[in-house]
């Protein structure tokens, strides 16, 4: 055996064992876990672990079985595998599907597909496994496509393709793309824009065959058309959990055609936003029987309060576990309409920001002992100001909470450093990691207080673009050993061109800088035209980590480019620069960087100077899968 013991392990298990539960035991022995039959050296097989243990047999990995758990140790041999068959052998009759060529197991392209493939399904993780897909070599696509699907459990759940343009190449007569039989949504928007409702129709009749595995339909952005509605039938409809139904204005006859025609006890998650729904039809939805639902998104409705109120009164939404009732006139009173819900047990995210609660509303929310499985809270431009945000710190309840938006309250009662201080010296919210505070009256007294409270040493992201902090109040990030482990900081500050040198100081000796991964700062306006403060920036020993940098409005001089193409972002993945100094030939430097080739990313802006992009297009060679320049 190998230095290392990887042990893969497949199917289901008896005595309520769970396949992690198992991982966890071998782990804490010394092996390593696997995902991959070719990476794996040994396995431990369950029932029904399928295709994984007909590659495995094929490749000759010794097999093991449930049984055989507190017999196995890292320094074993695969000889202790049993000669005899397993139940779960015995159920892989057919045969091993054959091996993929060596040359194509082992290419990095390969590597960066499979990790794609596991990574948390996100819009950005999809787009980029889709970039690079397309990368594989003409014929190989439906081989890794077979590979993946069998190698890495819950494919489709991870994997969604924006697959509209792909449709419309079908109906205009191309072969099926491979990619299509694992896309976890079917996307009718832009079969509906080229091909019309007709086309739409014809994917769904074929979609058996095309997109066996979708459970999610999306048709979208169609405000002010209604032709769209004849999709809405049961024999469409079946099948599918996830609805997107969203910008489409469907109103009340749009919601009941929806409602008729879909699989009520099915449903998961229903996007609904932007369909000027009312409080009757909120009450159709709490009558409607949707046991299931676990995500409901009613952004930029006009629900008001008495619609929210017949939401939290429905007892088949008991099981609800993220809200959004963005945008809906709801005053103070929705807040303890939400404490009293029927899912307020349930709950883990609730987004009801661009609303009328108040501080009130915040305190009624902070009072609720039903949520207590709340994980993220964004209660933005709701005017809850000091009194709420102190509301909020001080609750006894809201201990899962990890996130909490509280950005733009624009107008009085402004958040500021009262409420700041409050934060920083209550143990309230104990698990709290991400705090967005942007467009507010946070000024120095409240971020040191922030930065240095023994309570808040779970805080790792700290957005406070647009506040009132000046050059000085920074001062606090030189400070070693603060208490707050940040790995997200976004900053815009304000002062003269006086304190240059005080914020160029600081910008170098930041030791707050070394644990961050994300880093986005803006300049004093008075300074943006200094390449001073960028090079003191760069000059920073503890930015080699980051793997998003978003510099806005800094100015660059040739030394300032020099060092960001010569600083080590070995980590670098997302790039944002706003410089209107940077030219033709800074971009060509930039992209022979080290790190360029590692870019998901690139973003630039103001570049009036900029007139070849062929040196930064070239980049999609790599694992650029995004490049705005605007």
Known sequence: MTSKAYVLVAGSFTEGERKRTIQERLRARGFEITDSVERATLMVAGARAGKKLERARARGIPIYSQAQLETLAPGDTPDMAEDTETETEKEAETAPAPPRPQPLRESALLEMIEALARAPGTEASWSRLDRALSLLPEGALPEIVDHIAADIDGWPAHIRFASGKQLVAVLDGAPPDPRLRLAGNLALANVIKERGVRGAQRVLDMRAELVPGARQLRINHFKGRRDWQALLRPRNLA???????????????????????????????????????????????????????????????????????????????????????????????????IARATFAPSLTGLKINYNELGPRGAAKLASAATLSRLQHLDISANEIGDAGLTALARSEHLNALTRLDIEGNSVDPLIGDEGLLALAE??????????????????????????????????????????????????????????????????????????????????????????????????????????????????????????TLELRSLRFDQAAVARLVNTRFTALRRLNLSSPGLRDKDYRALATAPWARGLHEWVISEYPKLHDTTPLKALYEGTLTSFVAF
């Open 426 to 547: 209550s143990p309230g919210l104990p698990a709290l990691r991400a705090l967005v505070l942007q467009g507010n009256n946070v000024e120095g007294e409240g971020l040191r207080a922030l930065l240095r409270s023994p309570h808040r040493r779970a805080l790792q992201q700290l957005d406070l673009v647009n506040n009132d902090l000046e050059i000085e109040d920074l001062a606090v990030l030189r400070e070693p050993d603060l208490p707050a482990q940040l790995t997200s900081l976004s900053l815009s500050v304000s002062g003269e061109k006086q304190r240059a040198a005080t914020l160029q100081a600081i910008l170098r000796e930041a030791e707050a800088f070394a644990s961050l991964e994300e880093l986005v700062f803006r300049p004093p306006w008075s300074l943006e035209k200094s390449a001073a403060v960028t090079n003191a920036l760069l000059q920073n020993p503890h930015l080699a980590g980051l793997t």
């Open 239 to 337: 099948g599918f959990s996830e609805l997107d139904l969203m910008y489409n204005e469907m109103g009340s006859a749009g919601l009941d055609r929806t409602l008729d025609a879909a699989e009520r006890s099915r449903i998961t998650v229903l996007d609904l936003r932007a369909n000027a729904l009312t409080a009757t039809d909120a009450g159709r939805l709490a009558d409607a029987g949707l046991e299931r639902l676990r995500w409901l998104h009613l952004y930029q409705n006009e629900l008001k309060t008495i619609g929210l109120a017949h939401l939290c009164a429905s007892p088949s939404l008991a099981r609800l576990e993220r809200l959004v009732v963005s945008y809906n006139h709801l005053s103070y009173a929705a807040a303890g309409k």
